[in-house]
C-alpha cells in the first residue's frame, strides 16, 4: 500500500496543467481512494482509542496512575506502526524514528488530562507526534548547519518501509522515484510537506488533516496544489539533470 502511494504522488507530480479553468481543482484533490477505502474501519479504530484514552484520563484523575499506564499500552500498540510510518517520512532515520514516536507517546500520556473527548485520540496524537517530528529536525539542522555533508541523499534511496517489487528492474526504478521524491518532500514548506505526508503518504482524509493541523479542509487543499506544484518542479530539475541529452539538450524521460 504504501509503494502504490508512492507511486501515485509521483504521477500526480507530473500530471501537465491545462492553462486555466479546473486546473486547480483537479490537482488538489486527494486520491478518492484515499478518501473513501477503509473509512469505517478506521472509524471504528478511532472509536475505540478514543473510548480508551477517555478511561485512562479518568483513571489519572482518580490518581491510578499504573493502572492508566497499563491501559495507555494498549494504544500504543494500536498507534506504534502508524506513528513510525509518520516519523519516519519526516526524519528517515529508524534510530531516531524509534526516539520520536516513544516521545510523542510519553508526551500524550503526560498530556492526557487535557485531551478533549469530543476529539479523536488519533488526530490528538497524530498533532503531537509531528511537532515531536519538526523539533528534532530543527534540532538536527542546528546540529549540522556548519558540518559539511559526507554524502548527497538526493538520486539514493533510503530504507522505507518494505515493499513486494515484481522485478530487480522495478524494485530498482521504485527505489529511484521513492529517493528522488523524499528529497523533493524534504524541500517543501513544514505545513505543505505535512499535508503531503499526511494526505498523499498516509491517505488521510484532507478533514481530518485539517484537524491534526489546526487549519480548515480548504487551507489544507491550498496547500496540496501548491506542494504538488512544487514538487513537479522539483523533480521536473532531477530528472533534467541525471539524464542529460548527449547533445546537450534537455532529455524529458517517461514516467
Given at each position: 500500500?504504501?509503494?502504490?502511494?508512492?507511486?501515485?504522488?509521483?504521477?500526480?507530480?507530473?500530471?501537465v496543467?491545462s492553462?486555466?479553468?479546473?486546473?486547480?481543482?483537479?490537482?488538489?484533490?486527494p486520491?478518492?481512494e484515499f478518501?473513501?477505502?477503509g473509512?469505517?474501519e478506521?472509524?471504528?479504530?478511532?472509536?475505540?482509542?478514543t473510548?480508551?484514552?477517555?478511561?485512562?484520563?479518568?483513571?489519572?484523575?482518580?490518581?491510578?496512575?499504573?493502572?492508566?499506564?497499563?491501559?495507555?499500552?494498549?494504544?500504543v500498540?494500536?498507534?506504534?506502526?502508524?506513528?513510525a510510518?509518520?516519523?519516519y517520512?519526516?526524519?528517515?532515520?529508524?534510530?531516531?524514528?524509534?526516539?520520536?514516536?516513544?516521545?510523542?507517546?510519553?508526551?500524550?500520556?503526560?498530556?492526557?488530562?487535557?485531551?478533549?473527548?469530543?476529539?479523536?485520540?488519533?488526530?490528538?496524537f497524530?498533532r503531537?507526534?509531528?511537532?515531536s517530528?519538526?523539533?528534532?529536525?530543527?534540532?538536527?539542522?542546528?546540529?549540522?548547519k556548519?558540518?559539511?555533508?559526507?554524502d548527497?541523499?538526493?538520486?539514493?534511496?533510503s530504507?522505507g518501509?518494505?515493499?513486494?517489487?515484481?522485478s530487480?528492474?522495478?524494485?530498482?526504478?521504485?527505489?529511484e522515484?521513492?529517493?528522488?521524491?523524499?528529497?523533493?518532500?524534504?524541500?517543501?514548506?513544514?505545513?505543505?510537506?505535512?499535508?503531503?505526508?499526511l494526505?498523499?503518504l498516509?491517505?488521510?482524509?484532507?478533514?481530518?488533516?485539517?484537524?491534526?493541523?489546526?487549519?480548515?479542509?480548504?487551507t489544507?487543499?491550498?496547500?496540496?496544489?501548491?506542494?504538488?506544484?512544487?514538487l513537479?518542479?522539483?523533480?521536473?530539475?532531477?530528472?533534467?539533470?541525471?539524464?542529460?541529452d548527449?547533445?546537450?539538450?534537455t532529455?524529458?524521460q517517461?514516467?
Amino acid at each position: 500500500k504504501h509503494q502504490r502511494r508512492i507511486h501515485v504522488l509521483w504521477c500526480r507530480c507530473f500530471v501537465v496543467d491545462s492553462e486555466n479553468s479546473g486546473t486547480e481543482h483537479k490537482t488538489m484533490s486527494p486520491t478518492t481512494e484515499f478518501e473513501t477505502r477503509g473509512a469505517t474501519e478506521l472509524s471504528q479504530r478511532a472509536g475505540m482509542e478514543t473510548r480508551l484514552a477517555t478511561e485512562v484520563k479518568q483513571l489519572l484523575a482518580d490518581g491510578c496512575r499504573a493502572e492508566a499506564a497499563k491501559r495507555f499500552n494498549a494504544i500504543v500498540e494500536l498507534q506504534q506502526r502508524r506513528a513510525a510510518r509518520i516519523a519516519y517520512h519526516y526524519l528517515r532515520d529508524p534510530g531516531e524514528v524509534d526516539d520520536a514516536v516513544q516521545d510523542a507517546c510519553l508526551k500524550a500520556f503526560v498530556h492526557l488530562p487535557s485531551f478533549r473527548e469530543d476529539l479523536f485520540f488519533e488526530l490528538w496524537f497524530t498533532r503531537i507526534l509531528v511537532n515531536s517530528c519538526l523539533d528534532r529536525l530543527k534540532a538536527r539542522n542546528r546540529r549540522t548547519k556548519w558540518q559539511i555533508p559526507t554524502d548527497n541523499r538526493e538520486g539514493h534511496a533510503s530504507d522505507g518501509p518494505p515493499s513486494c517489487e515484481p522485478s530487480p528492474e522495478a524494485s530498482l526504478l521504485a527505489k529511484e522515484r521513492r529517493a528522488q521524491l523524499e528529497a523533493a518532500i524534504d524541500r517543501l514548506p513544514t505545513r505543505q510537506r505535512t499535508a503531503v505526508i499526511l494526505v498523499y503518504l498516509e491517505g488521510r482524509p484532507t478533514r481530518e488533516v485539517g484537524a491534526v493541523m489546526g487549519l480548515s479542509e480548504s487551507t489544507v487543499r491550498v496547500h496540496l496544489f501548491r506542494a504538488v506544484r512544487k514538487l513537479r518542479s522539483f523533480l521536473s530539475h532531477a530528472r533534467s539533470t541525471a539524464f542529460p541529452d548527449p547533445l546537450g539538450r534537455t532529455v524529458r524521460q517517461g514516467i
